[in-house]
């Protein structure tokens, strides 16, 4: 089973706006990392967050960790056609060296 | 510096049948790890191995296996394909383990089982 679940499933959003997705995990983590996939292609490392960060910002990404609430949140702001793609959080449980990948979230940035 | 390569990209298969996909990690990199991608169960854990011993396992029969050689490239073998074995399978590479930062993936090899 996926130790993550991102949130909204998919989200169409206008250039220049700012794109927001969610994962939720359900145990306690070393590390989150996020990736991004473009259509049928590998996958690309966007940013790691350790279980004791708060906030973390890679050019125009930010990212958050509540490790209370067992939550993370990737933002994209002013969003261009070239982030078009799959967003998935990745979690590894303290007690257990795999990385387990979330379903993803769907991103179509409009023209 | 060359990237994570996979081969072949695609290939058909009809069921029964058995088939190796090979993965050739980033020069330096000692651990590699197998992903299988599907529509139904997204992304689902292979197996990861690093200096040629299998490190970790994920749920998936044992018609599943693979190995590592010493120059870190890795291969996986899935046999007796099944229709659902159809998949995007995705390889990854990074210096000290998945777990520990950034996982470098190849393009992926795409299996259409008939």
């Known amino acids: 089973s996926q130790q993550g679940e991102e949130d909204p499933q998919a989200l169409s959003i206008q250039e220049g706006e700012n794109a927001t997705m969610n994962c939720s995990y359900k145990t306690s983590i070393n590390n989150l990392q996020w990736y991004r996939q473009n259509s049928g292609r590998g996958l690309v490392h966007l940013i790691l967050i350790r279980s004791n960060e708060r906030e973390k910002h890679s050019g125009r990404l930010r990212v958050t960790l509540d490790t209370s609430k067992k939550s993370s949140s990737l933002l994209i702001t002013a969003s261009r056609a070239a982030d078009t793609a799959s967003y998935f959080c990745?979690?590894?449980?303290?007690?257990?060296?795999?990385?387990?990948f979330g379903a993803g979230t769907t991103v179509t940035v409009r023209a | 510096k060359a990237g994570v390569t996979q081969t072949p990209r695609y290939l058909i298969k009809t069921r029964g049948q058995q088939v190796t996909l090979s993965c050739s990690p980033i020069s330096g990199h000692r651990s590699v790890s197998w992903y299988q991608q599907t529509p139904g169960q997204g992304l689902q854990f292979l197996f990861e191995y690093f200096s040629e011993t299998q490190r970790n396992k994920g749920n998936f029969p044992g018609r599943f296996s693979g190995r590592q050689f010493s120059n870190s490239r890795s291969e996986m073998n899935v046999s007796t394909l099944e229709l659902g074995d159809s998949a995007l399978y995705l390889c990854?590479?990074?210096?000290?383990?998945?777990?520990?930062?950034?996982?470098?993936f190849g393009e992926g090899s795409r299996l259409t089982v008939l």
């Open positions: 990745a979690t590894d449980r303290s007690n257990d060296y795999k990385l387990s």
């Open positions: 990854a590479s990074s210096l000290g383990g998945s777990v520990t930062g950034e996982l470098f």
